[in-house]
T-cell receptor, first 108, second 115 residues
Framework: DAKTTQPNSMESNEEEPVHLPCNHS???????IHWYRQLPSQGPEYVIH???SNVNNRMASLAIAEDRKSSTLILHRATLRDAAVYYC?????????FGAGTRLTVKP | GAVVSQHPSRVICKSGTSVKIECRSL??????MFWYRQFPKQSLMLMAT?????????EQGVEKDKFLINHASLTLSTLTVTSAHPEDSSFYIC???????????FGQGTRLTVV
């Protein structure tokens, strides 16, 4: 099984950056690192994914450690709408198994 | 981003009946679709992986005769919960990918309540 380890919960203040860590020590060379987030009673939403290099998109940045055993999702300025459960997955091709995720609370 | 539509969003059925949930990729062809079940305050649990035109691969502990998955086209997969019981009540979610190592797009989820 692909397994990741994330903090159960984190808090952030609105307008401040948030760094969400993920450990994926069992990652193999061809696994991509994916991040998704889920609001209550909704399906998850894609945030970002990458293989080795750091990645940026309009939602977030993904910093991948050199040994690829960990990564950090960076929300540059948290808003109240960013409050969600964030899931980190390392995927072996068509394998998309979720861990427990991190519940992010954003305080106004 | 791409759109995955799941229907119905909410269904209540009587114990012993069957319920079909549809998952459609609206603007892309999905090589693989995934079905998950999620209980309150828990993470998503992968039930099965489905490739178009072939039989679904079920996770350990998921009864394939109870949770029938059909992936007849590159844009449609269905999950049928047969002979539903109250313990099958859950939030069911599908997702689809365009190819290996691409991002997954998720449906809105289906809240199933068996009474």
């Amino acid at each position: 099984d692909a397994k990741t380890t994330q903090p159960n919960s984190m808090e952030s203040n609105e307008e401040e950056p948030v760094h969400l860590p993920c450990n994926h020590s069992t990652i193999s060379g061809t696994d991509y690192i994916h991040w998704y987030r889920q609001l209550p009673s909704q399906g998850p939403e894609y945030v970002i994914h990458g293989l080795t290099s750091n990645v940026n998109n309009r939602m977030a940045s993904l910093a991948i450690a050199e040994d690829r055993k960990s990564s950090t999702l960076i929300l540059h300025r948290a808003t109240l709408r960013d409050a969600a459960v964030y899931y980190c997955i390392h995927s072996r091709g068509n394998d998309m198994r979720f861990g427990a995720g991190t519940r992010l609370t954003v305080k106004p | 981003g791409a759109v995955v539509s799941q229907h119905p969003s909410r269904v209540i059925c009587k114990s012993g009946t069957s319920v079909k949930i549809e998952c459609r990729s609206l603007d892309f062809q999905a090589t693989t679709m995934f079905w998950y079940r999620q209980f309150p305050k828990q993470s998503l649990m992968l039930m099965a992986t489905s490739n178009e035109g072939s039989k679904a691969t079920y996770e350990q502990g998921v009864e394939k005769d109870k949770f029938l998955i059909n992936h007849a086209s590159l844009t449609l997969s269905t999950l049928t919960v047969t002979s539903a019981h109250p313990e099958d009540s859950s939030f069911y979610i599908c997702s689809a990918i365009r190819g290996r190592n691409t991002e997954a797009f998720f449906g809105q989820g289906t809240r199933l309540t068996v009474v």
